[in-house]
């Protein structure tokens, strides 16, 4: 089971915050630091001190750290244009050796889009796989050759394709628990399927979906990554628990229902439920970027007994 740091920088965090944690996320043995990409808080909180962009982040943390994977859950489709996005990731790409991933989604907040004056179209999806299609298209042209699309939302003419990732092929990770469209898209284009705050039952219903999908589309769907992403609120005694769940808000009760909380006894056993399902992999939403004892703990307590 692979372990994965997931914040949430729009709640408040600024670039050194976010670096300290990525560098304790490689410190302590985990697999990958990712972001969400968002530009406006969310619920009571103040935000300060504002938005990171998530691309300009994962570049700067592409220098600063050597072994851990980087990436998005998820980048908004309606914050950037399709060539534009697929020369920023190539671009941290190749500046992290080799080391990014792409999660990709239609987006939701419409009120961070009104917010900073971004489009907010009634037609998301459908420019999400359009997204996909060109995204994976730019990188997927031989060198040499151009690339052209013609689609409802999107075209593009003669584009030279470039630059290219230094993988040879970027990861992408497609998510959320749409009954129909979502399984087909991620049978299309994903390498990784996340499922985002669900529970084991939910977990159970969409990976058989986008197995099924997989199966319609004839890949085999062992092809693909499951993963879940959950909140993490771990401590060694019921006290340390509470405290932290306080300090985000949020219920002891509600936590150990929807995420993974309470003792790292007890958040083994729920991770092992997960992986029962065909989750291999797990995306901890770590929502207090200040208290690193946190990663610590669960690096020592929780990763050790998984590995």
């Known amino acids: 089971m692979d372990l994965r740091i997931f914040t949430e920088p729009q709640q408040g965090a600024d670039y050194d915050t976010l670096l300290t944690v990525a560098k304790a996320t490689e410190d ?19 935000g300060l001190p504002g938005p990171t962009d998530a691309w300009i982040t ?5 220098r600063e750290t050597r072994r851990i994977r980087l990436g998005t859950l998820m980048t908004a489709a309606t914050f950037r244009l399709p060539g534009v996005l697929a020369i920023q990731v190539a671009q941290v790409d190749q500046m992290s050796g080799g080391r990014v991933e792409l999660g990709l989604g239609a987006a939701w907040f419409e009120a961070e889009h009104t917010a900073y004056g971004i489009p907010f179209p009634k037609e998301k999806f459908g420019r999400l796989e359009e997204q996909l299609d060109i995204v994976t298209g730019l990188w ?11 689609g409802r939302y999107y075209q593009l003419a003669d584009s030279p394709a ?26 299309r284009h994903a390498d990784e399927f996340n499922i985002p705050f669900a529970s084991l039952a939910d977990t159970e219903a969409q990976f058989g979906r986008v197995r099924e999908a997989a199966r ?10 499951y993963s879940n992403a ?27 229902e929807n995420g993974l909380a309470g003792s790292p006894a007890e958040v083994v056993d729920k991770i092992g439920r997960y992986a029962e399902l065909g989750s291999s992999r797990i995306y901890l939403q770590i929502l207090d970027l ?17 590995t």
Not at 58 to 62: C, D, E, K, R, V
Not at 233 to 251: M, N
Not at 290 to 306: A, F, G, K, T
């Open 230 to 256: 959950l909140v993490a609120c771990v401590g060694k005694d019921d006290a340390e628990v509470a405290r932290r769940a306080a300090a985000i808000g949020r219920e002891v009760d509600e936590l150990k």
């Open 216 to 225: 319609e589309a004839g890949r085999d769907p062992g092809d693909l990554v």
């Open 162 to 187: 470039l630059p290219k990732p230094a993988q040879r092929k970027v990861p992408v990770l497609i998510g959320g628990l749409g009954a129909k469209r979502t399984p087909r898209l991620a049978a």
């Open 140 to 150: 997927a042209t031989e060198p040499g050759k151009t690339f052209s699309y013609d």
């Open 28 to 46: 302590l043995g985990f697999d990958a630091f990712f972001r969400s990409d968002h530009y406006l808080h969310m619920g009571s909180v103040s």
């Open 58 to 62: 994962l570049a700067g943390l592409a």
């Open 290 to 306: 200040h208290d690193l004892d946190h990663p610590e703990l669960i690096s020592s307590q929780v990763q050790s007994q998984l």
